[in-house]
T-cell receptor, first 112, second 111 residues
Framework: DQQVKQNSPSLSVQEGRISILNCDYT??????FLWYKKYPAEGPTFLIS?????DKNEDGRFTVFLNKSAKHLSLHIVPSQPGDSAVYFC???????????FGKGTRLHILP | DTAVSQTPKYLVTQMGNDKSIKCEQN?????MYWYKQDSKKFLKIMFS???????INETVPNRFSPKSPDKAHLNLHINSLELGDSAVYFC??????????FGSGTRLTVV
């Protein structure tokens, strides 16, 4: 059973516009959520995170929103830049396990 | 029906021992990976295999050796385990850079 779901395998956004990547999860006990970015032939790199007690975290062009009642989080990138083209993974952590559970990823393509 | 399964989930062993972590995927993907998670939750790629052929071999000690008997399996052998090898190791698979699927991770503790 997939606990972290990214239902859009790919997304194309015009350069300069807002990119919104979505993620749903099933386990209400998750303590922490993370977004990773991955370029081809490289490992995923940490991008931004949010604690389950918050509903928003912002870091430069990146903002993550958490809606606990809907078990949904989203990553907003504003404005989108060509270097943002990558695969983005949503992930969640249960503190007691201290393991990361990953979604399948969404491939973001920024159009010129 | 687990898509990428790693065994064991937890492994506690003494320094100097040799151990293996197994990974199997039933997705029909051509590419499989091993990642190591560091203390800051970063994932560092170790190896990548495509159709049993080694594609990526990052700078890891040669005590770590991947083995891919077929494209559905990628096992990780670690010789002469050291304390610094303690980490969570993730197996993953993908098909043409889309739809990555990660295993649940193996927590290795070297004592």
């Amino acid at each position: 059973d997939q606990q972290v779901k990214q239902n859009s395998p790919s997304l194309s956004v015009q350069e300069g516009r807002i990119s919104i990547l979505n993620c749903d999860y099933t386990n209400s006990m998750f303590d922490y959520f993370l977004w990773y970015k991955k370029y081809p032939a490289e490992g995923p790199t940490f991008l931004i995170s949010i604690s389950s007690i918050k509903d928003k975290n912002e870091d430069g062009r990146f903002t993550v929103f958490l809606n606990k009642s809907a078990k949904h989080l989203s990553l907003h990138i504003v404005p989108s830049q060509p270097g943002d083209s990558a695969v983005y993974f949503c992930a969640a952590i249960l503190n007691r396990d201290d393991k990361i559970i990953f979604g399948k990823g969404t491939r973001l393509h920024i159009l010129p | 029906d687990t898509a990428v399964s790693q065994t064991p989930k937890y492994l506690v062993t003494q320094m100097g021992n040799d151990k293996s972590i197994k990974c199997e995927q039933n997705l029909g993907h051509d590419t499989m990976y091993w990642y190591k998670q560091d203390s800051k939750k970063f994932l560092k790629i170790m190896f990548s295999y495509n159709n049993k052929e080694l594609i990526i071999n990052e700078t890891v000690p040669n005590r770590f050796s991947p083995k891919s008997p077929d494209k559905a399996h990628l096992n990780l052998h670690i010789n002469s385990l050291e304390l610094g090898d303690s980490a969570v190791y993730f197996c993953a698979s993908s098909q043409q850079a889309y739809g990555y699927t990660f295993g649940s991770g193996t927590r290795l503790t070297v004592v």
